[in-house]
């Protein structure tokens, strides 16, 4: 019994440092997706609201994104001035390898560009991708991220 409660100890400690690298860093996954949540009774710290000055307007589309904590890939691309479709997160990856080198992790603080001169057979690729790509894991760039790099469109 002792060695269960080791074991149960050991997971949880795990857990509590991956949640905090995760909030101090401000590592968030590319598919990471809103879901409902129910609000709770009261919130233990008061939350910061932030405001996001797009970096460069062009015809009311962004062509630039500065990273705050809680963005995501999935989330950017969904924004409305973005692309207003989240499994268009591809494309900002695949512009951003510069910087983005896992699509699994980016930072407050990065400027990522936001291509407009997407074909519809590239937009059709990422979409496909983001719809495929399977399960996020922060660590490794996962098999098929590479493959989709690979692949001109």
């Given amino acids: 019994m002792q060695n269960i409660y080791e ?9 509590t440092i991956l949640v905090a ?7 968030i996954s590319a598919k990471s997706k809103p879901t409902a949540v ?3 009774a009261a919130p233990a710290v008061a939350q910061e609201t932030v405001v996001v000055e797009p970096a460069e307007m062009v015809a009311d589309e962004l062509t630039r ?3 705050v904590a809680g963005n995501s890939l999935w989330s950017i691309a969904g924004i409305e001035e973005v692309y207003n479709v989240p499994e268009k997160w591809p494309l900002i990856y695949k512009a951003n390898l510069d910087q983005v080198i896992d699509a699994d992790l980016i930072y407050p603080g990065q400027v990522l560009a936001i291509p407009r001169d997407a074909t519809q057979s590239e937009t059709d690729a990422a979409i496909n991708h ?3 790509r399977g399960a996020w894991a922060v660590g490794p760039i996962e098999a098929s ?3 989709y790099l690979k692949n001109p469109g």
């Fill in 7 to 15: 074991k149960i100890n050991s997971v949880l400690k795990l857990t």
């Fill in 21 to 27: 690298a995760i909030m101090v860093t401000g590592c």
């Fill in 38 to 40: 129910a609000a709770p």
């Fill in 65 to 67: 994104w500065t990273v």
């Fill in 130 to 132: 983001a719809r495929t």
């Fill in 145 to 147: 991220d590479k493959e």
